[in-house]
């Protein structure tokens, strides 16, 4: 993966942790964010991540400079949910952002495609979750996880994972938390749902 994707991946992290969620969880309470069209936002607000852009409302700007001048655009006191998780994205409210369109695009497409899959995947009415902490959008039925990200220190690349609560053994578990894919493997709705479904199969052999 390119420089200029894990720097986009750190930005748009920061963003969803620092100016969506923490700001969301002093005013209502919930840290869960949902994807929206080009990107992601907030659920019980009206901010948003369309591509490369910062949109409130019918207004809109670049996520350029840091996230404390994004803040003060958007009105909002930016920082992360506390005493919730000790892990997050690393970034510092004053941090130069560095969000690439294009790259910002694919993020956006991947969620787009994660989320139709996992709709696919449990029952109708239940909402697949963009959780801030680790900028991944996921979905639990019958203690497993089932989710798509961004990328991370130890899989750089976006990716598509189940994460049983117990440890399951067998082939098809590649990894310490469960099993995952390549977002290059996976390259519409239709192949991410049976990577999904033969992950349900396998957490219930």
Do not use: C
């Amino acid at each position: 993966m390119g420089t200029s994707m894990s720097a986009t991946r750190r930005s748009l992290h920061g963003v969803a942790e620092l100016l969506l969620a923490g700001p969301q969880y002093r005013s209502h309470g919930t840290i869960r964010l949902k994807v929206t069209p080009g990107g992601f936002g907030q659920v019980a607000g009206s901010l948003r991540v369309q591509g490369s852009h910062l949109v409130w409302e019918d207004d809109q700007i670049p996520l350029s400079g840091s996230i404390r001048d994004l803040a003060l655009w958007a009105g909002v006191e930016p920082g992360a949910p506390e005493g919730l998780y000790s892990d997050g994205s690393g970034v510092d409210v004053d941090e130069h952002l560095a969000v690439d369109p294009a790259d910002a695009d694919a993020i956006a497409s991947w969620f787009a495609v994660g989320d139709a899959a996992l709709r696919t995947l449990v029952a109708p009415g239940e909402d697949p979750v963009l959780w801030p902490e680790h900028l991944d959008l996921a979905v639990t039925v019958d203690r497993v996880n089932y989710g798509v990200s961004a990328g991370d220190a130890s899989l750089p690349e976006p990716y598509a994972y189940v994460g049983p609560w117990e440890r399951r053994e067998g082939e098809f578990w590649n990894a310490p938390f469960g099993a995952f894919r390549p977002a290059s493997d996976l390259a519409d709705p239709e192949a991410l749902y049976e990577f999904f479904r033969a992950g349900r199969a396998a957490a219930n052999d």
